[in-house]
């Protein structure tokens, strides 16, 4: 148990279809992360909220849309997904300091496109 | 894409030291070295991490060398449930609420550690 929880676990849905994941860390981090992990490849960072503003969009696709409400949440939200974007995403947290930036990850969510 | 080199796969026998060397001949004076590890599906666990002195904690050593362009991590006793892949990384400095995307970390591919019984 990290700290940081990410709902759902598992997700199947169409091409067509809109959905969410949603992070929740309680370990009163002021960043939070999306990472994307396909099969044999390196973890692949997607977004960074600082301060939950957002700093880092790593030219991911529009069909994916980051929403951080909060310095403890932190959506993406889907839609119009293709295959290829089957993979894990880890939602990570972490206290940015100017020597320390351990980062925390959630267990994932399992993506299937279908 | 990784900024650092690791070797893809090493093997260890359980009990034993586990060495993980890591090149990142491209490392700034003010960036730290850290090291992950990811248990099969499961998000990646914090290990250690260092800027130029060695460090030891509870899971494992860091040996940076003098020119900090290499590293190696050291499993002293290793167990089967250290069999992971294991990232090496580093992060350069930033102050609180600095924008810029300098929070970001790059992992490569790792090294898979086997350890066996």
């Known amino acids: 148990e990290t700290g940081v929880t990410q709902t759902p676990r598992h997700l199947v849905m169409g091409m067509t279809n809109k959905k969410s994941l949603k992070c929740e860390q309680h370990?009163?981090?002021?960043?939070m992360y999306w990472y994307k992990q396909s099969a044999k490849k390196p973890l692949e960072l997607m977004f960074v909220?600082?301060?939950?503003?957002?700093?880092e969009n790593n030219s991911v696709p529009s069909r994916f849309s980051p929403e951080c409400p909060n310095s403890s949440h932190l959506f993406l939200h889907l839609h119009t997904l293709q295959p290829e974007d089957s993979a894990l995403y880890l939602c990570a947290s972490s206290q940015i300091s100017a020597t320390y930036n351990e980062q925390f990850f959630g267990p994932g969510t399992r993506l299937t496109v279908l | 894409d990784a900024k650092t080199t690791q070797p893809p796969s090493m093997d260890c026998a359980e009990g034993r030291a586990a060495n993980l060397p890591c090149n990142h001949s491209t490392i700034s004076g003010n960036e730290y070295v850290y090291w992950y590890r990811q248990i099969h599906s499961q998000g990646p666990q914090y290990i250690i991490h260092?800027?130029?002195n060695n460090e030891t904690n509870e899971m494992a050593s860091l040996i940076i060398t003098e020119d900090r362009k290499s590293s190696t991590l050291i499993l002293p006793h290793a167990t089967l449930r250290d069999t992971a892949v294991y990232y090496c990384?580093?992060?350069?400095?930033?102050?609180?609420?600095?924008?810029?995307?300098?929070?970001?970390?790059?992992f490569g591919k790792g090294t898979k550690l086997t350890v066996n019984p």
């Open positions: 990384t580093y992060y350069p400095f930033v102050s609180p609420g600095e924008k810029g995307g300098s929070e970001k970390l790059v």
């Open positions: 370990l009163g981090h002021n960043a």
């Open positions: 909220y600082n301060f939950k503003e957002q700093t």
């Open positions: 260092g800027l130029k």
